[in-house]
């Protein structure tokens, strides 16, 4: 689909409110180098989250024709130090949702994982900005086809923040243009669909918080550093590679192979960054402890429990719904020492932004 499809009409403002949450996720198969705006140069796939979720409220009030102007709030507290990233983001979607000139609007929005937990909460935030904003759409413009309303959110939130755009819909999704799926794009994200083995479906996430500070290097710096990295091109086939080859996994339920795929992605994200000119390193000394603790674990007792790392040192353990309580046990006795005052946060894969 072309980028003008997503373009609305203009329209007379009227009074609204609106509440959506979505959530964070977490990629299998990663993102990492793009062009402007937000084009990525691999396509991805991800686990959408569940209790891991950005809640965002938007009051929209007429304001007269040939305005716009909006505050934020965040956990109840005015962020004006938000508004610039904000602005970036309105002037860039404008084109496509026209029908906001003439609108005050009122942001209030919070999260529902620790602040400065070390999660990226950019890709929620924008979601949920993103489904708002496609509330006010379809109430304006009625009869939106679903499949365009959750394809507009995505395009919207993929201009707020590349990730973004898989935070939509869930429990599975893919981003970028690729030879698997018919009408993907490196626009939008779509959800996997129908053949997705069920045991992905209840996945579950324990979230180590390793560090929970503020990272030497941001995403955006990483990805720009992908612009001159010697490893880019070979980078950005094996991620094609890799989501060709985890397709078929996912179909499958094929654990072992699902294992292989998801820790080479990690680790081969983490040597990108180890390999750039400035080169940096996000994983902490207690990163490689618990990824040495899991893989004994998964040695000694066939628990088929995996890692995958975001942009940061803390580590995202994977395993089927059936082994909650074994590694729920594995996780308080054995890997709690190595994070941040022994803080983790369990999470599962889940459906998507929702209205509150
Ligand atoms: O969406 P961004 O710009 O925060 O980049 C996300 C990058 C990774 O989290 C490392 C990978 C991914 O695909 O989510």
Known sequence: MEENHFIAKKATPIPWTTFWEAPSNIALIKYWGKTTPQIPKNSSLSFT?????????????????????????????????FKPKLQTFFKRIEPYVPWIEGYELTIKSSNTFPHSSGIASSASAMAALAMCLMDLELKLFPGMETELFHQKASFLARLGSGSA???????????????????????????????????FSTYQDAILLVDKGTKAVSSSQGHQLMHQHPFAPQRFLQAAENL?????????????????????????????????????????????????RIWEFRASTSIPVCFTLDAGANVHLLYPQDYINQVNTFIREELAVFCQKGQYLLDQVGEGAKKV
Do not use: C
């Not at 935070?167 to 939008?188: E, F, R």
């Not at 294992?259 to 000394?285: D, G, Q, R």
């Open 244 to 292: 060709e080859a985890i397709v078929p996994v996912m179909k499958a339920g094929d654990l072992e192979a699902f294992i292989k795929i998801v820790e080479l992605e990690a680790l081969s994200l983490h040597a990108m960054m180890m390999t750039s000119n400035p080169y940096f390193i996000l994983m902490k000394p207690n990163t490689l402890a618990i990824i040495k």
């Open 49 to 81: 989250l569940s209790s891991s979720v950005t809640q965002t409220q938007i009051t929209y009030q007429p304001a007269g024709s040939g305005t716009f102007d909006f505050s934020f709030y965040f956990e109840g507290v005015a962020k004006p130090d």
């Open 165 to 199: 755009a898989r935070s939509v819909q869930g429990p599975v999704t893919l981003w970028g243009a690729n030879k698997i799926q018919d009408h993907s794009s490196d626009l939008y994200a779509l959800p996997f669909g129908p053949d997705l083995h069920p045991v």
